[in-house]
């Protein structure tokens, strides 16, 4: 029996304890963390010791490290000299050896105690494939799009020009404890795995450049462990992956805020070295899809990068090709979001058109609400429950024929948010001759203005109602703001100053 020391002790440790505890091969010898606060003390009747007593007490354990920043804690253990003789494992390297029928049983045993880490993984061996280096892997740090599931689509729009540009491009999606798979999404071959599969895909591929897409430590580290530091990179930066907690604040309660702000804070101090270490790297370019994104992540690391460029997320005007718009068209109104966090701010056009209700205007509006996510119960729970019969709520993702399809069908587009690096789904729309109602936030100001949309202050929205009424009473302003929309994009996001760009970026040998 192997013992096991926990490095972790927030609810990551917890799930690991729950899950190892399962399993009769090992034995949870104790826990360790950086908390000195917590050294000496107990967890789950095992004691909280020091990284430095680890080798001392326990030379033959295994660390399993139960934390988000592992990259960063096993780097910490290693050259500090302090893992014992069994190494660093992840929690899914030591659930992978399992039959189907344990893990089955494991799954049961502790399905409702798990959120972080994936009870079904398996090991599959990763193909090699050593051509002539000549194709680009687009690797995207929130998984690649799949059937029903859009992700990073804006990545995968990229990889679709490319290719008519002629590039060989495939894409790797990096999902934390996902097994090895390989698919193809309209017609690109897609690989997908965790950080331990893109090492091992990387190890048996050559790729003239990676394109990154949300950089993280965890894809820097499958980089340099496969032996392709070498290999020019072109970073993209969208957001979260380049900015301190505090951009998102909104998705804690204050509990949680007054609870973790010291975690978020040691994180953020990590995010912040590695950040300066891409930024000052003199072989890998960065990209910022706003201005404002730029000059936000430039104040948090401290710096900007050496080779850096600010190229929007191309909007393909020619594809969402907008009908003749009429005065009427107002009367129809579009939401398309995601629900996966409280930044998407969902829960402002329910709470608007329930405002909405007692005008006299509200009979004749028609709502469309489409989307999905773990708080699409919360944010339009409410709203379902009215029932309005001019409110229709669907709960589904959709791809970009139904998106194009919709935006020709309706004339307003809803598009709240709390946070945004451009606002890409509220671009297209705008290519699409909508008039879009968003907010005046962070990068949403660098792509609209009053002339050609219309925006409500931060969380207001008794004034986004305003605006929808607004419209109504106004179709003059309608039919301006929808015509100058779409010459917006045609002007900022057009091939040219986008992908075009890019394509150069992509092109020019190091």
């Known amino acids: 029996m192997e013992k096991i020391i926990i490095f972790g002790t927030a609810k990551r440790g917890d799930e690991v304890f729950a899950i190892l505890s399962q399993l009769p091969d090992y034995e949870i010898a104790a826990f360790s963390c950086n908390d000195q606060a917590l050294w000496g003390t107990e967890k789950e009747g095992r004691t909280i010791i020091p990284p430095g007593d680890m080798r001392g007490l326990y030379p033959d354990a295994i660390v399993v490290i139960a934390s988000g920043s592992h990259v960063e804690i096993e780097r910490q253990l290693v050259e500090n000299r302090f893992v014992p003789g069994g190494g660093c494992r992840l929690p899914h390297q030591l659930i992978a050896p399992l039959s189907r ?215 393909d005007y020619d594809f969402f090709t907008p009908p003749e718009r009429v005065p009427g068209d107002r009367f129809s109104i579009l939401s398309i979001k995601n629900h996966g966090t409280p930044m998407y701010a969902n829960d402002l056009t329910a709470k608007a058109i329930i405002e909405l209700s007692e005008r006299s205007c509200f009979s004749n509006l028609r709502f469309h609400l489409y989307g999905d996510g773990k708080l699409f119960e919360e944010n339009f729970g409410e709203l379902a429950g009215r029932n309005f019969p001019n409110v229709h709520i669907h709960k589904q993702y959709l791809n970009h024929a139904e998106m194009r399809r919709l935006f020709q069908l309706n004339g307003i587009f809803l598009s709240p948010t709390r946070r945004d690096t451009q606002g890409v789904t509220a671009n297209e729309a705008m290519a699409a001759g909508m008039a879009v109602i968003s907010c005046n936030t962070s990068a949403i100001p660098e792509f609209m203005d009053e002339s050609c949309a219309s925006l409500f202050e931060y969380d207001n929205y008794w004034m986004m109602a305003e605006e929808i009424e607004y419209l109504y009473e106004h179709p003059e302003e309608f039919m301006r703001k929808a015509e100058n929309a779409r010459k917006r994009m045609m002007e900022q996001c057009s091939y040219d100053k986008t992908i075009k760009r890019e394509l150069e970026l992509i092109s020019t040998d190091d």
Not at 130 to 159: D, W
């Open 101 to 315: 029928v344990q893990r089955a049983a494991l799954a049961a045993a502790v399905k409702r105690k798990t959120s972080f880490y994936n009870l079904d993984y398996r090991e599959v061996a990763v193909p090699s494939d050593n051509g002539g280096g000549e194709k680009y892997l687009v690797i995207c740090g929130g998984g690649y799009p799949t059937a029903g599931n859009p992700r990073c689509m804006f990545a995968h729009e990229r990889v679709l020009q490319y290719r008519r540009a002629g590039l060989q491009v495939e894409a790797f999606g990096l999902v934390e404890g996902a097994s090895f798979e390989e698919y193809a999404y309209e017609g690109v071959r897609v690989f997908q795995g965790g950080e331990l599969e893109l090492e091992k895909f990387l190890q048996g591929r050559n790729y003239r450049k990676i394109l990154i897409h949300f950089i993280s430590p965890e894809i820097m580290q499958a980089i340099d462990r496969a032996g392709k530091r070498d290999v020019p990179v072109i970073v993209w930066c969208h957001g979260f992956e380049v900015l301190p907690w505090y951009q998102c604040w909104f998705n804690y309660t204050w509990e949680e805020i007054k609870e973790t702000k010291p975690a978020f804070i040691l994180k953020d101090s990590e995010k912040k070295d590695f950040l300066r270490k891409i930024y000052a790297s003199e072989s890998i370019h960065t990209v910022f899809v706003s201005e404002w994104l730029m000059n936000r992540s430039a104040k948090f690391a401290g710096r900007l990068p050496k080779n850096y460029h600010v190229i929007h997320n191309f909007i």
